[in-house]
């Protein structure tokens, strides 16, 4: 069991609940607003996002972020195969609703390497901007990372 104790001049005594609770929630709100990353641009989203190369299979993403583009979270939403995955609008609304996001970055990795991106790409990317345009959400970009390579559509001017 796990106890804390608080400082009252020379002493220490057991914290009641609500100090704990206290303390606790002052705790998660300082980690949370002073450890996050910020992402402010397509080179720090794909520094951040470089992880995703190489993987045999596509994975589409949301980087969810707050008003200050702070990280809130990082989500892989959908695994497809070696040449696609299946990405659904629903399910990003969904997510962007369930952490309280601002705004988004989408993400997805191509196995071949080859970073370019194709008209299904660039549809979904529409479809996505649309749809999160309904709740609020800005979609800040979306980045397609291959092996050694990342292409941002907000760069490429889809966006």
């Known amino acids: 069991m ?3 104790f608080v400082k009252t001049g020379a002493r220490y005594r ?3 609940p609500a100090e704990v609770c206290e303390r606790a929630s002052a705790y998660t709100f300082e980690s949370a607003s002073k450890d996050r990353p910020t992402i402010g641009n ?34 892989i939403l959908f695994t497809g195969t070696i040449d696609g995955a299946s990405v659904h609008p629903r399910e990003c609304v969904k997510g962007c609703l369930n952490h309280g ?15 370019s991106p194709s008209r299904a790409d660039e549809m979904i990317t529409h ?11 800005r979609l800040i970009d979306h980045l397609i990372i291959a092996s050694t390579d990342c292409v941002s559509l907000a760069k490429e001017g889809v966006i």
């Open 2 to 4: 796990l106890e804390l």
């Open 14 to 16: 057991r914290a009641k």
């Open 42 to 75: 397509p080179t720090e989203a794909r520094a951040f996002l470089m992880h995703q190369a190489g993987l045999e299979r596509e994975q589409f993403g949301l980087v969810y972020l707050d008003n200050r583009h702070r990280v809130l979270s990082v989500e």
């Open 101 to 115: 996001a601002a705004a988004v970055i989408l993400f997805h990795n191509h196995p071949s390497g080859n970073p």
């Open 127 to 137: 479809r996505l901007r649309d749809a999160l345009a309904l709740i609020d959400v």
